[in-house]
């Protein structure tokens, strides 16, 4: 049973588009939501991060939506260049950092 | 400032051999931990320590086994491999408090 479900697994976007890829959660006591980026062969390195007590954040291109009610989250890349290409994992934990869950993925493709 | 560091980057085992996967991080991170990461299910929690002497088990935690002696190491041990370990390992570290993991570039396991 998967905690955090993600969607879409895969996404291509033309460049200076909007890129959305989406999350679920069923556990009410995640209270931190980060998102990792992936490039092949490297680690995720953490992208931007959200508490349920803000409904948006955003860091430049990058802004992450929050409905507590609904219990989703999603990650919006404006204007997405080719150099966005890459994996993207969101993630929930609870109680402080320990366990973080991970979403299946979301391999972005952003065509020129 | 190298970050964390993991070795070997690549290594193919026959099944009911063991081996030990290293990682090492020079940040002073008190927590680290292991995720194992698979095609269509995101990174996993194996193992994972919040300091000299303490580990806790996460989600996937049979056919590992892990030990923390210092704050810079903390290896990963399969002690009995099988072909259900192939798949990509990640260790993260991060300080106490703070929700950013920074990840190794990662090992790739296969088990034949």
């Known amino acids: 049973q998967q905690q955090v479900k993600q969607s879409p697994q895969s996404l291509i976007v033309q460049k200076g588009g909007i890129s959305i890829i989406n999350c679920a959660y069923e556990?009410?006591?995640?209270?931190?939501f980060p998102w990792y980026q992936q490039f092949p062969g490297k680690g995720p390195a953490l992208l931007i991060a959200i508490r349920p007590d803000v409904s948006e954040k955003k860091e430049g291109r990058f802004t992450i939506s929050f409905n507590k009610s609904a219990k989703q989250f999603s990650l919006h890349i404006m204007d997405s260049q080719p150099g966005d290409s890459a994996t993207y994992f969101c993630?929930?934990?609870?109680?402080?950092?320990?366990?973080?869950?991970f979403g299946a993925g979301t391999r972005l493709a952003v065509h020129p | 400032n190298a970050g964390v560091t993991q070795t070997p980057k690549f290594q193919v085992l026959k099944t009911g051999q063991s081996m030990t996967l290293q990682c090492a991080q020079d940040m002073n991170h008190e927590y680290m931990s292991w995720y194992r990461q698979d095609p269509g299910m995101g990174l996993r929690l194996i193992h994972y320590s919040v300091g000299a002497g303490i580990t806790d088990q996460g989600e996937v935690p049979n056919g590992y086994n892990v030990s923390r002696s210092t704050t810079e190491d903390f290896p990963l041990r399969l002690l009995s491999a099988a072909p259900s370990q192939t798949s990509v390992y990640f260790c993260a570290s991060r300080v106490p408090g703070q929700g950013q993991a920074f990840f190794g570039q990662g090992t790739r396991l296969t088990v034949v």
């Open positions: 556990n009410t006591a995640f209270d931190y």
């Open positions: 993630a929930a934990s609870s109680g402080g950092y320990n366990k973080l869950i």
